[in-house]
């Protein structure tokens, strides 16, 4: 079975900076996605609180519940973040944690994609394997090709605009959005 017409890929972004490499990665996927793909980003992991066990229990709070109900919704979901110490940051894994908790827990069968990006020149792909090696306890269906880990990002945006601006990291994007959107419709 086959999924025909119209995506939507929905967007964690791992950082929080205002000036953020990711965010800039994030912000040019909607123009490197393939037709028929809607790519809309998911409230920051900002606002979640800490997770705690006590705090569940009187209830989830609204953020965790929207985001599942956003992420439930789309068609794949596309993880855009720094690398922090080889690993997650922090406030993604806390995003990860809390919505892992749900009943119907929304990264299961889900097709993912990762994008890390970082000033050093490995992209942040040390990150990738330790968020792919959560989403496998997760049953999320993340693609394996083509990695997308940016490497020396700061020179291949335009910092006064935020664009991102190089033309082969453009392309390899796209290319990961293209097999991204193929990957789901095989799925169906
Ligand atoms: C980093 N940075 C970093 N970079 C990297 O390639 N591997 C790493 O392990 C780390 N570790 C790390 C830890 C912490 C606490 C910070 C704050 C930073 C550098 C990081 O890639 C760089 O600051 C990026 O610019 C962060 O992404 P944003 O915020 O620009 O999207």
Known sequence: ???????????????????SFNAMVARALPGLAPEGVTVRELESV????HYDADLQAEGFPDIVTRTADAI??????????PEYNYSIPGALKNAVDWLS???NQPFAGKPIAIQTASQGPFGGIRCQYHLRQSMVFLDGRVLNKPEIAVGSVQTRVDAATGALTDATTRGLIGQQLAALAEFVRRQG
Do not use: H, N, Q, W
């Not at 900002?46 to 609180?49: A, F, I, L, S, T």
């Open 1 to 19: 079975m086959t999924k025909e017409g119209p995506l939507v890929f929905a967007v964690l972004l791992g950082s929080l900076r205002k000036a």
């Open 46 to 49: 900002r606002d979640y609180p």
């Open 72 to 81: 439930r919704a789309a068609d794949a979901l596309i993880v855009v973040t």
């Open 101 to 103: 908790r749900l009943p």
